[in-house]
């Protein structure tokens, strides 16, 4: 599908009125890129309730209108832009199509073309399996730790094998990327914090201090392989997570850019998805990645 950035629309959906998007001025026409494509999982998506569009992929795969793709591609002002983020994507969906409510997204990689020059791509998390983790963390007491009790085993960290294993699937996403599009210039983005590292903030999000703990140093474990693939690849890494300090789910509205276990958002105010970005934490992607690409 392709899309005319001279505007914007809006839909919501269950996972109307015309708004600018936040957090990045749209830019005059200018030289620069002409066929933008953004890949990626529900960070990339910035998975959303209140802002949710078909516009691009099913309603199932919860795209913001205020998603950084979107903003990047208004920014930019490019000709051409088609957005396959879809939240639960997994590298193995950029070859393969994926299930999700009100509909099928397409193989992730069937939008690009040999003609694509701009290229975001954000995945990992899934293939990690530490999105569906944060969940199985929930916990009523406080003294409990169920994701340490349960991924850490004979000094075995499970979910630090399952990074590993995650990163040859990365490259091997960059690769497909580059055999099918190889004029473009390719951004990979990493995961910005979610989560922080040290106690958490019981009962506010209801994980134990030990637990928040581990899940704010697997984030980073994973960005740390991110930037692997980006220096061994030689894409250029948009490192989100550096500047997002003190933004974390923990913090009040209007400071957290990522929203916690309660899944209402007070940006914009709605139903939210929890421990996803909120549209803060998308201006802040979206300003990440300008910020590379020198605008």
């Known amino acids: ?56 992929a099913p309603l199932g795969c919860a795209q913001s209108r205020g998603s950084y793709a979107k903003q990047v591609a ?44 701009l290229v975001t791509l954000e995945i990992g998390g899934n293939d990690a ?10 916990t009523a007491d406080p003294a409990v730790s169920p994701c340490l009790n349960t991924f850490v085993t004979g000094g075995v960290d499970q979910m630090s094998v399952n990074i590993a294993a995650a990163e040859r699937r990365v490259t091997a996403s960059i690769d497909g990327i580059r055999q099918r599009a190889p004029r473009a210039r390719i951004l990979l983005l990493d995961y910005f914090e979610g989560v922080s590292t040290g106690p958490g903030c019981f009962p506010a999000v209801p994980i134990s201090d030990a637990d928040a703990d581990w899940l704010g140093r697997k984030l980073i474990e ?3 392989m991110l930037a692997r693939v980006a220096q061994a690849t030689g894409v250029e890494l948009v490192d989100t ?13 209007g400071t957290r850019w990522v929203e916690g276990l309660v899944p209402w958002s007070s940006n914009p105010p709605g139903p939210a998805v929890p421990f996803h970005p909120n549209q803060l934490g998308a201006d802040h992607q979206a300003r990440s990645v300008l910020a590379v690409l020198g605008r």
């Open 241 to 253: 997570y550096r500047t997002s300090s003190g933004h974390d789910g923990c913090q009040p509205p």
């Open 129 to 138: 399996k530490l999105a569906v983790t944060v969940q199985q963390c929930l």
């Open 1 to 56: 599908m392709v899309r005319k950035t001279s505007r914007v629309v809006i839909a919501c959906a269950a996972m109307g009125v015309v708004l600018p998007v936040g957090g990045a001025p749209v830019a005059s026409a200018a030289p620069g890129f002409s066929e933008y494509v953004a890949l990626g999982d529900s960070w990339a998506a910035d998975a959303s309730l209140t802002q949710a569009t078909g516009e691009f």
């Open 222 to 224: 994973l960005n740390a």
């Open 74 to 117: 208004a920014a930019l002002a490019v000709p051409v832009f088609r957005d396959a983020t879809c939240g639960g994507a997994m590298t193995v969906n950029m070859t393969a199509p994926q299930q999700v409510p009100f509909g099928v997204n397409p193989p992730q990689f069937d939008r690009l073309s040999p003609s694509t020059d």
